[in-house]
């Protein structure tokens, strides 16, 4: 058992970065696909019409709340529990990535634990999940939908 915690104790050492140092979307890409819990998350058709009607931007900024008011704490309510499967694109993005808890978010971006998560983290994680929705949309040109009107 020693040489276990020993392993994971290096392994957590070894995977630790600086904000300026995550990995983005496209590098961490081929980790997520490998994961069985990890790539069974698909965006619904309602998520999708919802992205469309959005746009990305604005669904970014949400995500960044989210992150902020959810993850952002050193120590967050209910961590671990605290995303919903589903109900917003932004959670099923969140699982999807690892981005749904602290303790995931060390495990798949290095961000240690215990500590708040620095702006440039939370911008990080940000781009990690418009990075998956962006990809996991496909095109949405042909979902109908309201433009703009102001």
């Not at 970065?17 to 619904?44: C, N, Q, V, W």
Request: proline fraction near 4%; charge should be positive.
């Amino acid at each position: 058992m020693r040489r276990q915690s020993q392993c994971w104790m290096k392994w957590q050492r070894k995977t630790r970065r600086r904000a300026s140092e995550m990995i983005g979307y496209d590098e961490l890409k081929p980790r997520l696909t490998r994961s069985k819990f990890r790539s069974r998350f698909h965006l619904s058709e309602a998520d999708r019409a919802y992205l469309a009607e959005r746009g990305l931007s604005t669904i970014r900024g949400q995500a960044k709340k989210i992150i902020r008011d959810r993850l952002s704490a050193a120590h967050p309510f209910n961590d671990g529990a605290q995303t919903p499967m589903r109900g917003h694109a932004v959670f099923v993005a969140q699982h999807a990535t690892g981005c749904c808890c602290r303790g995931c978010l060390a495990k798949w971006h290095g961000i240690p634990e215990g500590r708040e998560l620095t702006e440039d983290e939370i911008e990080s994680i940000a781009d990690v999940i418009a990075g998956w929705l962006t990809d996991e949309a496909g095109d949405l040109s042909k979902i109908p939908h309201t433009p703009d009107l102001f």
